[in-house]
């Protein structure tokens, strides 16, 4: 391989142009507005293709094995739309490259010559190594639309001292998610700390933020330092913080902002120096409308949401999740798992998301007996439903009993132990929601 970029004998390219792309460290490349590789340094050669002559290679062609341009495959073309625009253009993308598929940020820059006019356009690529195919303990790991569009948000608000938002249901990973806004943020190398908010009481809440000075109540037999001063220079996750009350919420914003706390039992007023990330399963814009969550508040926190996608939105990530944990569950065993257990899996739901999948592989490897995980391994009933369980009514059946009476106490029994809401349970019965709250109401009558 050689150290220089491989000049092309095109006179239209000014040498010091070239040299100047193979200067940076950086791999690049520079286009033109038709798709080919003009040239590419030895960075890009070095980590993404085997090829020592690149010129003239389409760039879809090389990145991602297409045989058309990425905007006409489903994909957001960063060339494409600097060419529209006449701006840079910054995407989130998954390449080829030497060391296999890899979830790379490409920006693409018009290069203008000494009348404003677009000549060219030079595009870097850095690749994010906290998004993988599984080979890392807190990698997140996933090549889909969804999980991708949300891994691009979080790399673009890492570099900014904003707030996040991290929404979407339990057993997404948004724990993982704040590691990895954190690590490829510039606090990076300051505390990551977090703190679960749900049940935390009043004093507890106090304790665990802000710490307390000896002697500031009974049992205080020291200094303690809080998490605000622990996470100084970092970043602080507050997870499920739907789930924090009130008057909590209170000592809350007056920390966001005003940026100075005391300890318990201190006068001496302390300067915060954080990133906040907090996370919630639930709909907070509907708690401000009920008055369960403050107004105030949620706008503070809520100035980057990114919505966290559920696993069966991204069923094709599956497998490799699947590979992903296998290993981290029993890293001395090698265990496989047979197509067919795949099928099984894609075709369930996973209301528990990447938590649910971790615990039926973790039972699935307590009941294998060899190395192949097959359906009958997998428990997938977690989660029962109406539809998913035998009906027993508590009460003894008449040795004949009118068909009407029967169906208002099943009615009765769906209703309590079906784990969704009302308009679930009406299509799990094949019926509409407003003919399930009337026989709901019936059903009471009876009662």
């Not at 980057?304 to 065993?333: C, H, N, Q, T, W």
């Not at 068909?403 to 209703?415: G, V």
């Amino acid at each position: 391989m050689t150290a220089m970029t491989d000049k092309l004998s095109s006179p239209s390219i000014p040498a010091d142009l070239l040299n100047l792309l193979d200067s940076f460290p950086d791999p690049r490349i520079l286009l033109d507005a038709d798709y080919h590789i003009l040239a590419a340094n030895a960075a890009y050669k070095r980590e993404f293709t085997s090829l020592q002559n690149v010129e003239g290679q389409y760039c879809y062609a090389l990145s991602h094995h297409y045989d058309k341009p990425c905007d006409q495959a489903g994909e957001t073309c960063p060339l494409r739309d600097a060419i529209e625009s006449g701006e840079p253009s910054r995407v989130l993308h998954v390449h080829h490259t030497a060391s296999g598929r890899e979830h790379v940020e490409v920006e693409t820059v018009p290069v203008k010559d000494e009348n404003g006019a677009t000549i060219y356009y030079m595009e870097t690529m850095h690749s994010l190594r906290h998004a993988s195919n599984g080979q890392r303990d807190r990698a997140l790991i996933g090549y889909s639309k969804p999980f991708n569009r949300m891994l691009e948000l979080a790399k673009r608000v890492a570099a900014h001292e904003s707030s996040v938002l991290l929404l979407g249901e339990s057993g997404t990973g948004k724990e993982l998610v704040a590691h990895a806004i954190h690590d490829m943020s510039p606090r990076a190398s300051a505390p990551f700390v977090a703190l679960e908010c749900s049940g935390l009481t009043e004093t507890l809440f106090e304790s665990e933020m802000f710490g307390y000075e000896k002697g500031a109540f009974t049992g205080a037999a020291g200094r303690k330092i809080g998490l605000v001063e622990a996470v100084r220079g970092g970043t602080l996750f507050l997870d499920e913080v739907g789930d924090i009350p009130p008057s909590l919420q209170v000592k809350l914003l007056r920390l966001m902002e005003a940026g100075t706390y005391r300890r318990i039992g201190g006068v001496e007023p302390l300067s915060a120096d954080f990133r906040l990330v907090a996370a919630t399963h639930r709909n907070l814009a509907e708690m401000v409308g009920n008055g369960t969550f403050r107004q105030d508040l949620y706008f503070r926190i809520n100035v980057f949401p990114i919505l966290l996608p559920p696993l069966r939105e991204r069923k094709e990530d599956l497998p490799m999740l699947v590979k992903s944990l296998l290993a981290r569950l029993e890293p001395g065993r090698r265990i496989k798992i047979s197509d067919d257990a795949i099928s099984t899996l894609m075709r369930h739901d996973f209301p528990g998301n990447v938590r649910e999948l971790r615990n039926i592989l973790e039972r699935a490897l307590i009941m294998v007996d060899g190395n192949t995980i097959q359906p009958q391994h997998l428990f997938l009933d977690t989660m029962k439903s109406a539809g998913d369980v035998k009906f027993q009514d508590a009460r003894p059946l008449e040795e004949i009993a009118p068909l009407e009476n029967l169906e208002k106490r099943y009615l009765a029994w769906a209703a309590q132990n079906f784990q969704g809401d009302r308009k679930a349970l009406a299509e799990r019965l094949g019926i509409s929601e407003r003919t399930l709250y009337r026989k709901l109401r019936e059903a009471e009558k009876a009662q």
